[in-house]
């Protein structure tokens, strides 16, 4: 069993940054391929972000800008999504998840097999 648990969300202003997290705990996490998805207010989960177990590989979800970056630490049993110059439509909350086997598709949220309860992100114009 792995437990996620993120953190870092709030109320910031258009244009600011956040770093989210996500501790992970229980089983393995330095194999684990950890993603991060967003869901807003009536619409379905977005995959924005992925990464392998030993951070060497990343993934990207093809309509993400640049304004996104996924990392993580091992030793710390956490996985990290910042963003930059946040826009109103960024306003979401937001899951780390995680895949204990490598997802043939990383963006397809059934390929992996925990979630956590998820961060609200409301950015304001």
């Known amino acids: 069993q792995v437990q996620l648990v993120e953190s870092g969300g709030g109320l910031v202003q258009a244009g600011g940054s956040l770093k989210l997290s996500c501790a992970a705990s229980?089983?393995?996490?330095?194999?684990?391929?950890m993603g991060w998805f967003r869901q807003a207010p009536e619409k379905g989960r977005e995959f924005l972000l992925a990464?392998?177990?030993?951070?060497?590989?990343?993934y990207y979800a093809g309509s993400l800008s640049g304004r996104f970056a996924i990392s993580r630490d091992n030793a710390k049993n956490t996985v990290y999504l910042q963003i930059v110059s946040l826009k109103p439509e960024d306003t979401a909350a937001y899951y780390c998840?995680?895949?204990?086997?490598?997802?043939?598709?990383?963006?397809?949220?059934?390929?992996?097999?925990?979630w956590g309860q998820g961060t609200q992100v409301t950015v304001s114009s």
């Open positions: 998840a995680a895949a204990m086997s490598a997802p043939v598709a990383a963006h397809d949220p059934n390929q992996y097999d925990y």
């Open positions: 229980g089983r393995t996490f330095s194999t684990a391929t």
């Open positions: 990464i392998s177990g030993s951070g060497g590989r990343t």
